[in-house]
């Protein structure tokens, strides 16, 4: 395992994001400030519409506030336009998401070699294979998305996030699709990849006990932080 | 409520392609229908005009003065004219020339109308040039360096150009003519010494009169033609512009076709989105207690007035576009041209309402089979509509506008067949050439392997996209490129010193002194040819009649005048294909070799006796053998040849060809000046002439052709609309994974590339394929393989795809990935 907890990696100050409407300006997220230690893991917990997939989109970059700042890895995201936020991306990010966002017409092995590719990692190929192999999935290197299970999307979508050896990983609702016995084992091997690979783990997830495995959990009502047991 | 639904639809953006695919139907075949209609009009509304009078009688023999007393005495205006082809010289320049020497009161009907120079105004004119005086085409005038004013020879006479002739009732459009006109007083003719024993020269005898007593005096001088004497009125128009009309109709038509079953592909595939984005309406209607039927009449009526209004605008751009047409092919059929008529928009209209149904409806019927549960859950299956039914529609379809544009039933399915072979087979082309360029993807980088898997993953799609443009570049490939190659390898195909000139109208005291000419002058064994003009009038005894034979050529080939041959021996070029070849023996014994070819149209055999009108006198020949013949050669060459000892106390005519240099073509003057009576025809001016109206027809032609390439583009939108939420899906979660705009970019521009060469390519091999053909059953020559057919149209279709792919696309870099992560795949 990799020690690299000194110091905070992911930070939001003040951040609030809303959008106009025709019926007017609508709130999806008011003055949240967190900060988590990089290597540590923590769960966004809320009810449907409660803002988590905004705020996972904000401190990943996929979006920018309104108000406030993100700061990841000691940079403020403010700070760059999107070209820059996706080479930020492509160097320390990694994703999973509840509909795995798999490219259909690539097979599992090009999905995973993506990252990698894009990041201009050497051998990614191989790098590819290996980690196939290591979720599972070494038997199923040249299938199509739609040739492989619920399960087995979710865990070659876990391979691409981990591909990169990302410093982050976001992660939402990554069960949200899958029976209970299938998302504990993908849990499990999250986890495990994390815990490797020293990763700072953000999730979001409405699920209590799924939270419970993380180190901290914050709260989110109606865009608004009504819990950080920081 | 269907007003409501369309207008909802219509500012979602769903509807414009389906739009723009029928407003390009319509536009293509309204255009070519008004161009059409607008000749066949003027070709009815000028019938008389373009006869110049009322009956015309056409004739071989120099002397009609008894149809001319006739006319005169039953009170009919009557004028006569004299056509021929003969060389003007000016200075040491020749020029050939269409010359008409015309009797006052000419022309009967219509006018004609003069001008003082080149391009200034022209007015009508009754009167005919004065004696002494030619009147002439301005091209003449920019062919030789001429003004109005210069004297010409014309035989052993001198005119002065008095009048540029800008406009003359019965000469139709340029297409028909082949050197400029020369219009001369009848009452000079004679002194030209132009008018020879044997000469080609058509008579003609205008007459006009009240339309009753024509037809009867039609009906009377009917039976009373000699052979090869033609009677035209008013009725019959001009039967080469009528076919020249039906083949234009006909192509163009089919021309049109094409990019409509383009456009319709675009349809359909806007159609098929349309209906899996409204089943969720269908179902919640159903649920509202809505019939299968209020469904389909709501969709179908929403379909109907977009249709109308789709229609109304293609009409309108049918209307602009024809007076392109008409600008490309200005004069080429007629001088003149009625305005526009409305007929063509029923056309449009109906055109429109066929592609409807054809296209858009029958994906439209699933919504019909819509289950009410579907709003509680999704993944309830629909039945689709039956494939049969879906393309069975587009076939009828398409069977009923084509029936409609060309008018002839076998004529139809044969095109039909063909289009239907020709797209299946460019299909399984396009499939084979993804599957091998999908096997590059392991090879290439992101950016490319995202592009080439986005070909590979939607392969009906890609190749309904690849088909569509290849069709629309092929066409323009054989259209330009390869039609210039062909035409350039043709010629080159000749020998270098094949003959470039002619030399016709010799008399037979003439033969030696030409001969001595040409051999004065370094061009050796030049060797005329008599022929005696004879008429087929029995075939082993029995009267020949155009109306036993079934083929036009079989009729205008037993109508026409045969130039009878002698020779001692066969041309080196003819290779006999039966019988045998005469010897000394048979000098004088009427025997006849007969081309192959004209053989087997008319039905003759060895041994057959044809009989022959000559001067006169019928002579009955018997087929001794029958002869191959290479008419590429520019040899001259019979299609009837006699043993000597027969002909030759009839009246015959000379001819020859040869082959000129430059030093020797300029030296041509004396020639004529020496022998006033001969016509020059030079091949490379004629060959020049044909390439001018080929390049108009095509530009034309090339004009229409370009609805293909829009109706291909309409396939690349529709294409790229049905595929537009995948796409920002996709580029939302390269996004997430870090990738640049440069990257997405890069990746669409991979896609549109490897479509646009794949389309290019194919339409490269085809064309090829399509000129080889062509080179090898119709031209007869070896066809040389252009590497640049292929490449220019690789890059066309790169050029044409990328910047309308990157265009149509735009749109998706710039959506924010997580909104489209939210939305999910689609």
Known sequence: ?230 | MSWRMLWRDWRGGELTILAVGLIIAVTSITAVGFFTDRIERGLKQQSAELIGADLVITSSRQDVSDYIEEAREQNFEVATTTQFRSVVVFEEQLQLAEVKAVTEGYPLRGVLRISNTAFGPDTAITDIPAAGDVWVEARLLQMLGLAVGDAIRLGSSSFNIRKILRYEPDRAGDMFSVAPRVLMNRADLDATGLISAGALVSYRVLIAGPRDRINSYRDAIDDRLKQGEQILTFEDGRPELNTALERAQQFLGLAALISVLLAGVAVASVAYRFTSRHLDTGAMLRCLGASQRTIIQLFTLEMLWLSLLASSVGCLLGFVTQFGITELLDQLVLAHLPPPSFKSLLLGYATGIVMLIGFAIPPLLSLRRVPPLRVLRKDVAITPVSGWFVYGAVIVCMFLLLYWQIGNLGLVSTVLAGILVTLLILALAAYLLIAALNRLRAQVGVAWRFGLANISRRPASSVIQIVAFGVGIMVMLLLSTVRSDLLDDWQQSLPDNSPNHFVINVQSDQVAGITEYFDARGVSNTRLYPMVRARLVEINGQPVRASDYESERAKHMVTREFNLSWAEDMQIDNKLVAGSWWSSQDFGTPLLSLEARLAKTLGLQMSDVLGFDVNGTVIEFTISSLRKVDWDTFNINFFTVVPPGVLEDKPANWVTSVYLDAEQRQQLGQLVRKFPNITLIDVDTIMKRVRTIMDRVTLAVEFIFLFTILAGLAVLYAAIQANQDQRRFENAVLRTLGAKKTTLLLGLFAEFTTLGALSGLLAGLSATTLAWVLAETIFKFDYAFDISVALTGIVSGILIVVVAGMLGTRSVLTHPPIQSLREGAA
């Open chain 1, 1 to 230: 395992m990799v020690d690299n907890t000194s110091r905070t990696f992911v930070e939001a100050r003040n951040l609030g994001k809303q959008v106009t409407t025709r019926e007017g300006v609508l709130t999806l997220l008011e003055k949240i400030n967190f900060s988590a230690a990089a290597g540590t893991s923590v769960a966004i917990l809320g009810a449907s519409g409660s803002g988590k997939t905004t705020l996972l989109g904000l401190l990943a970059g996929l979006d920018v506030p309104t108000h406030g700042e993100v700061i990841l890895d000691g940079r403020c995201l403010n700070d760059y336009d999107e070209d820059g936020r996706a080479q930020i991306r492509a160097e320390q990010v990694g994703f999973v998401f509840q509909n795995f966002q798999l490219l259909f017409g690539l097979t599992a092995l090009e999905n995973v070699m993506l990252p990698l590719e894009l990041a201009q990692a050497p051998h990614p190929r191989k790098t590819a294979e290996q980690l196939l192999d290591r979720v599972g999935l070494g038997e199923r290197l040249h299938h199509y998305p739609n040739q492989l299970s619920g399960g087995e999307q979710q865990r070659c979508a876990i391979a691409r996030a981990f591909s990169i050896q990302p410093r982050c990983l976001f992660a939402d609702e990554p069960t949200g699709n899958l029976d209970s016995e299938t998302g504990k084992r993908i849990i499990e091997l999250l986890f495990e990849l994390n815990s490797e690979q020293g990763t700072t783990l953000i999730m979001a997830t409405h699920d209590n006990n799924l939270s419970q495995i993380c180190n901290r959990r914050l709260q989110l009502d109606a865009g608004r932080l009504v819990g950080n047991d920081d």
